[in-house]
């Protein structure tokens, strides 16, 4: 059964810190990973990564995908409180049009 | 990107009933996708709806409990039938664009509260 894995479900730090979210993924026809910032209601796009070893950034954001290892991580430097918010890793097969998500990591940054 | 807007943005209703949900989007998209997250857990398809033809619906997912329409291609409803509180949740409207249409988008949201 194809599935997304995030790790950890949950993590609070200090603003400040540097965090490493963690997803992995076990589908077939893999198109493409996506990473999403959710605060109240609706998911924002923050990466979509299809090759594996290329990092992408946006401020204090960075990600990168490992297709060996079928897993991406998602960094955040520096952190603020308006970091704090949960972040959802999904993955989009080839073979339909369809994503599916992982359960979430729940970050909390705290002053 | 589309802009997506959904109405209403959240309500309260009473078990037994039948809440319908609109989604606008500003651009004509050939695939709208419905999602629903319960509370404490992440985002699940309930199914795909393009112009013209039926929805497809995800496994668990069913047309008598959450039939949908989609009459044109900015527009599309999703309605809840027969409530009961398992369907407190929030129900997502979503598309794909971005350069090559592989980028993921959602609109606002609607919270529902079944009681």
């Known amino acids: 059964e194809d599935k997304v894995v995030q790790s950890p479900l949950s993590l609070v730090v200090h603003e400040g810190d540097t965090v490493t979210l963690n997803c992995s993924y076990e589908v077939t026809n893999f198109r493409s990973l996506l990473w999403y910032k959710q605060e109240k209601k609706a998911p924002t796009f923050l990466f979509m990564l299809?090759?594996?070893?290329i990092e992408k950034k946006s401020g204090r954001l960075s990600s990168i995908l490992d297709k060996k290892e079928l897993s991406s991580i998602l960094n955040i430097t520096a952190t603020q409180t308006g970091d704090s918010a949960i972040y959802l890793c999904?993955?989009?097969?080839?073979?339909?049009?369809?994503?599916?998500f992982g359960s979430g990591t729940r970050l909390s940054i705290r002053p | 990107s589309a802009v997506i807007s959904q109405k209403p943005s959240r309500d309260i209703c009473q078990r037994g009933t039948s809440l319908t949900i609109q989604c606008q989007v500003d651009s004509q998209v050939t695939m709208m996708f419905w999602y629903r997250q319960q509370p404490g857990q992440s985002l699940t398809l309930i199914a795909t709806a393009n112009q013209g033809s039926e929805a497809t619906y995800e496994s668990g997912f069913v047309i008598d409990k959450f039939p949908i329409s989609r009459p044109n291609l900015t527009f599309s409803t999703l309605t809840v039938s027969n409530m009961s509180p398992e369907d407190s949740s929030i129900y997502l409207c979503s598309l794909k664009g971005g350069e090559n249409y592989n980028e993921q988008f959602f609109g606002p949201g609607t919270r529902l509260t079944v009681l």
């Open positions: 299809t090759s594996s070893g």
């Open positions: 999904a993955v989009d097969y080839r073979s339909a049009s369809k994503i599916i």
